[in-house]
């Protein structure tokens, strides 16, 4: 099982999902309320309430510093099996609860092991579950321990079956593989019924074609539209008053229109970036300097000084 989490523990892992540190508090929340995960959160939950929220794979901890501006009232625990990412998140923020798991634990025996509490109100996993060897079996760990709701953002196909396999399904990271598992959305609504009978579940469906980025290695028909692959937003509400409902809405994420001030001292940290670059593919071996937009952050990012043999690689 580990040789698929071990890339989590790449050094390059922290700082890669630490981009929306740049971002200021204005900027930050913007980014955060572009994603059809935040906007459910902020749809459902009442921002004045005292819950305690568990993050699972919060990596570096910038959703822990939306959270404090915007549910000033919550407890939050952020949770992940990545060594360098909790370090990074601890040394920004010291007066966090965070906290380093293991793949193969229970996240139940990991909160218990920490003395956190076993049933947090929300459970809140963004890209986590995609990435998993068993991604149904680990929702359905979410869907148990949370009091009353989960919020997750995963990939999704509306046709064809899931390939469970991640030798068959899988994305390289830093130096090695993982799953990258696209889920049936039916497969997905069924099995978060099944966890929970009385739950009421909303899909917010951003469709999106996944085949044929981010280094993916998946299936030939996750590369055409047809199949209608999605970056899914799920929700699984147990206090409801509408038991059984199902609601599937599409709603594309929203690039985040960030102030005039952060895209004026972007554009500029980018271009001075890229002038290094040439500089330093003027002393010493060729480099790609590629300018890239990352859906997933929401920032304009910069593969910045890697050599061609090392970006081939
Ligand atoms: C794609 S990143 C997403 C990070 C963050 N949620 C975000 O959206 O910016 C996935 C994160 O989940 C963590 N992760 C993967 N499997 C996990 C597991 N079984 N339990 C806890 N964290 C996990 C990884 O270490 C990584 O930090």
Known sequence: MSQWYDDWQHQRHAEAFDGRWQLDRRNLIRNQEGFNDVRLLNERIDQDRSLQLLEVGCATGEFYRYLRSRYPYTRYYGLDVSGPAIARAKQKYAEGTFIMGEPAASISATLRLHGL???????????????????????SELIRIAEETVIVRCR??????????????CQYHYEGWMPFIVLNLQELIDAA???????????????????????????????????????TALGVFKRTAHSGRVT??????????????????HAARQAWDALRVCRVRDAGPPVVAQFQWSRSSGLMQHDQGRSVEEARS
């Open 156 to 169: 999704t196909r509306d046709v064809g079956h899931t390939e469970w396999d991640p030798e068959r399904s």
């Open 193 to 231: 019924m099944a966890e929970a009978l009385r739950a009421e579940v909303v899909v917010y469906r951003s469709h999106i074609v996944l085949g044929g980025t981010h280094n993916r290695f998946v299936p030939k028909e996750l590369f055409v539209a047809s199949t209608g692959t999605a970056e």
């Open 117 to 139: 509490p076993e049933h947090p109100h929300l459970v809140y996993a963004k890209d986590v579950i995609q990435h998993q060897t068993e991604p149904l079996a680990f929702l």
């Open 248 to 265: 599937i809405a599409d709603r594309l994420d929203q690039n985040p229109r960030y102030t005039w001030d952060y895209v004026l001292k």
